[in-house]
């Protein structure tokens, strides 16, 4: 079985540097667009993150091709 850490690869560290970004562009955004652009933009982004670190910690070859898809869409 395949066991990879998604914490060596680049693309996580990325996602990761992709995040911070987001949040702080959207600190400065409208008060009126905090529940609804910023908050999209924030878990869009966050959601990358986590189905690379969730994907990778699964145990079949499909399960991690399924999450690995998630996070590129």
Do not use: C
């Not at 990325?14 to 600190?27: F, G, Q, R």
């Not at 990358?48 to 145990?59: I, M």
């Amino acid at each position: 079985m395949l066991k990879l850490n998604h914490k060596k690869l680049d693309v996580w560290k990325v996602s990761v540097e992709l995040v911070k970004d987001i949040y702080k562009l959207t600190s400065d955004f409208p008060k009126d667009e905090q529940y609804g652009l910023v908050s999209q933009l924030r878990r869009a982004s966050v959601s990358v993150v986590s189905n690379l670190a969730e994907g990778l910690s699964r145990s079949t070859e499909l399960d991690i091709r399924r999450f690995l898809q998630i996070a590129r869409s």
